[in-house]
């Protein structure tokens, strides 16, 4: 047959089964990115190429689909990722918007390179940012719509998130005897540590020019295998540098905190030896693995890129993860519905998108209530009905019955909070209405939160959380219950 | 600033609000696709440059982004429409595909052209084609889905198709005294009436050769203007022609026959200078036009392109219609939802489809049972209910009493019928149950047609129909009530 009449090698023709599987997906990640509050964003298929070498340098437009019209001057190149469209378009506008943003998108983008199993020309990939704010928190927040979704597709309990910071490690890395030079390589020596024994890690090393027995040691602790713990790290860490090791400890820790605040502590390690191939990070990163160490997301923060793309020094932080690995993983656990239960699973999915605020949690007291986090993440998550849970293993995501409100279940709801600092009750109020809220959730105290149908304007009533146990899940369902139009 | 940190020239940054406009547009698209039996495709975003000369010669390459891998050998192209990925696609698998396949995608198209209004370089585009099995029925099912797309936006009475049938057509000039080899500069000639006055024509049709004293007649008769109908241009049809001119309103006749059939007969209006630009088209054929007459969508039969394509003879009728011409024409007429109203108006177009057949519609009796067709287009529209009703110009598509079944509405349905010709029943409540249907109903006549829940293998009871008033919308809210799930 003519190759005229063939897709190109690499791409996918999406037939109505295939268009349904990739349905299947899009929904998934855009579901749990409107639940926590992210907005969808998308930008052109192709930018100017000098886009891209801004961040990559002149060596990436080997690795583009790269073109010009004819008899035009400009060379563009189809997407290969999103951070520089998302870098452009948040510089082009960061003085009018609000801060911050929080993002997301889920089209598809080409690499110029020979197609393998899990890598092809043309993927779909669904990307999250928060820009313009930033801390720990922001950084759980974007791990803890990852994990959303996972958990939705019925893989949250297969992958974990593994966590590390970057600064903190650099200067770890350093204490330890590695030039400020080196630090990339030195990351390059600790990505590979999986892949590579003690004797192969050495070489490498050497030919890297890193000789330093202190990080040489730190090199071959025991590895991940179960335990990719932070304590083993600081334990292996050079006596010298002990006081750095503490320091990054304590770093890993302060992320613990923000992640479990996030209702995602569970599902997250703190992994030293992730830190993510691209120099652009700053600060947390992390990656999403299967069983066998494939990863199935990534990303951290990168507070320097937004200024690189000509706007203001602005924080972020996000992630990527694409279509092919993930239905390579939902596949192989059998977590893919087919037939029937493919167009019931999406019919469910896009109709549990509501693209109002459900519930707009706020503090009713001190400014960051600590009940604030938990309470709004187990809102997002949602509650699985009695009759699911009993059905334990043979239970699959897209069941009737997951989260049906007859047998105690709540479904997941797309809940958002303020960015502001004030306290003032009447403003943040104000605020929720703006966004279309139809409840807001007012934490007094463990014992209080206020339900307000902010439609009507009238007290609903007030229920008690318990943010430690989940012996709270009937007020949960309560306030699920209690919110007009479900 | 730098031109790098810019979007490239004809294409567009999707901000929040800008995305959910998109959306808005993209999901009424898919929603009324659904609704009418047509299922999700795609193919890749480029495909081989020589896909795209088959049809259009290497001319079109001009107009095309093309480009190479570094140091490949293959030329690729941007995907500048639909149609030829859509017949690669189906001449790959033809031999495997159930007859007809009824397809639509909603992907974007490129063109390396100057933008200007309405004129993107990327654009999102939608098409529905039914390919394998066709005449007027299928032709009609095509303006179906348009149209309803319409009046769900509201804009349905805004807008008018107008329908021919080219191979009519290029009989009837012929038998004009135009020679075969210049019936395309006639359709030209017929194509520019309503922009030229009868000089300017006069002059043009002279320029390609044509000066058959009958043809020149035909063209100066009375412009469209408010009446574009068949008999103004039967009557102007030289004597000689009588008998083709017979024969031309005979065809459209028919057209008219079944696109009543298919309950549109009311936003179609004949036009015999509708030929469309295309070559390829090879019978019906048809625009939509606003008021000022803007083309808002444009489609036709094109029986001989799956061949060209490497496939076998197949017949195949569709259309496309482009989001921004579309976006301009609801914006002008203040039916582009803003705010909060474009969320909920979002929410409720995607939760109002069903992935699988709410309804499946068949024949207790006769083969091709003339009820069939007008009590689907009935459901697949649903009723707007009283208060809706009520409420004349000042109601708008998206509000939320539109279908309110507690007020007598019945919301939009998806319906499909059988494509096969028996009449075992059995066969048929099969072929419903392997679609997934929810209910079937089926027409004994219209004093009787049975409602059947396939679910619990029930029936539901009987109702009437009466296709030629709207008396019997309430037995139709009768079937919607009575759908399980709803």
């Known amino acids: 047959m003519s190759k005229a009449f063939q897709n190109p090698k690499g791409t996918r023709d999406f037939y ?15 579901a749990a990115s409107v639940r926590h509050g992210f907005e969808e964003i998308d930008g052109p298929t192709f930018e100017h190429a000098s886009l891209y070498t801004v961040k990559s340098g002149e060596g990436i437009l080997s690795e583009l689909f790269s073109f010009s019209r004819e008899g035009g001057d400009d060379l563009y190149a189809l997407r290969p990722e999103f951070t520089p469209t998302l870098a452009r378009m948040y510089a082009q506008k960061a003085a009018s918007l609000p801060k911050p943003v929080r993002w997301f998108c889920v089209p598809s983008f080409f690499r110029a390179e020979k197609p393998q199993r899990g890598r092809l020309r043309e993927f ?4 999250c940012d928060v820009i313009g704010e930033g801390g720990f928190g922001e950084d759980a927040e974007v791990v803890g719509v990852l994990v959303g979704a996972m958990d939705e597709m019925g893989v949250g309990g297969r992958v974990r998130a593994h966590i590390n910071n970057r600064a903190a490690m650099a200067s770890l890395v ?11 390589s030195a990351f390059v020596l600790l990505d590979r540590r999986e892949k590579l024994d003690d004797e192969a890690l050495e070489a ?10 202190g990080f040489l040691q ?6 991940r295998g179960g335990n990719p713990s932070v304590e ?12 750095e090791a503490t320091a990054y400890a304590r770093t890993l820790d302060e992320v613990a905190g923000a992640l479990r605040n996030a209702g995602v502590g569970d599902r997250c390690v703190s992994d030293p030896d992730v830190v993510r191939g691209l120099a652009y990070y700053t600060g947390t990163v992390f990656e999403v693995l299967a069983e066998g160490e494939r990863a199935v997301a990534g990303g951290g923060r990168y507070d320097n890129l937004i200024e690189l793309f000509g706007g203001p020094p602005t924080p972020a932080c996000g992630f990527g993860m694409g279509d092919v690995v993930l239905g390579n993983l939902l596949e192989d656990h059998g977590l893919f519905p087919s037939g029937n ?28 209530d600590p009940l604030v986090g938990p309470l709004m993440a187990r809102l997002r998550r949602g509650v699985e009905s009695e009759s699911y849970r009993e059905r334990g293993a043979d239970a699959k995501p897209w069941d009737a019955d997951r989260y049906d409100t007859s047998a105690g279940g709540v479904p997941p709801m797309h809940v958002r909070t303020t960015s502001k600092t004030t306290r003032n009750l009447k403003k943040l109020l104000q605020e929720a209405e703006k966004l279309g809220a139809k409840t807001a959730a007012i934490v007094h105290g463990p014992d209080k ?3 307000k149908d902010l439609g009507a304007r009238t007290d609903v009533g007030d229920f008690a959380i318990d943010s430690q146990t989940s012996n709270a899940l009937g007020d949960v369902a309560y306030v699920g219950g209690a919110i007009a139009g479900r």
Chains 1, 2 share one sequence.
């Open 341 to 368: 239960d493919l167009r019931d699973a999406i019919d469910r999915v896009v109709k549990s998108v509501s693209l109002r605020p459900e519930v707009f949690v706020v503090s009713g007291g001190e400014e960051h």
């Open 16 to 30: 109505p089964e295939e268009m349904l599987r990739r349905r299947y997906i899009v929904e998934q990640w855009r």
């Open 204 to 213: 490498m090393a050497f030919e890297f020019g890193i000789n330093d027995f």
């Open 174 to 184: 350093n204490a330890m005897g590695v030039g400020a030079d080196a630090v990339d």
């Open 218 to 223: 730190f090199l071959k602790r025991p590895r």
């Open 124 to 127: 779909f990939q669904w990307n």
């Open 232 to 243: 083993i790290a600081v334990e292996s860490t050079p006596e010298a540098a002990a006081s």
């Open 449 to 451: 939160v206020q339900l």
